[in-house]
């Protein structure tokens, strides 16, 4: 079973993003790193945009992860809002509903990197962005 313990530290980062109502393919490089900040962990990603418009533009992201009770893994915004939660294994599961939007997340957990897949649909939005964590 994946926990937060699994999640410490640095990732390498690779990012995809389908855009379907665009008609465009994105792509992110950079890190993640997941730091211990006494409540859990705080996920800190920056990289860089690859191709196409936003070439070399910099991207930054936080979000907080937490011990969610019950076995669950609770996401949280950077600023403490909540995000979503889920039940690590394997595969797991999550939403968050924005209004109109959905956002569906599919994680994969291996032994030594992962994946988050996300499919967001809403009356402006239609996208699939695949992120990939890696060691090292």
Do not use: N
């Not at 907080?64 to 939660?85: C, K, N, Q, S, Y």
């Not at 032994?111 to 992120?131: L, Q």
């Amino acid at each position: 079973m994946v926990d937060l313990g699994f999640l410490a530290g640095e990732w390498r980062l690779a990012r995809r993003v389908d855009d379907a109502r665009a008609g465009a393919v994105l792509r992110f490089e950079g890190t993640a790193r997941f730091l211990r900040d006494g409540a859990g962990l705080c996920c800190e990603e920056s990289g860089r945009w690859i191709g196409g418009a936003q070439d070399g533009m910099a991207g930054t992201r936080r979000s907080l992860w937490r011990d969610g009770g019950d076995g669950r893994i609770a996401v949280l915004f950077g600023d403490g809002r909540p995000f979503h939660d889920f039940e690590p294994g394997g595969e797991a599961d999550a939403v968050h509903l924005c209004g109109a939007d959905r956002y569906a997340v599919r994680y994969r957990f291996g032994e030594a990197d992962w994946e988050a897949v996300w499919r967001v649909t809403g009356p402006f939005k239609d996208y699939v962005m695949i992120s990939r964590y890696g060691r090292g």
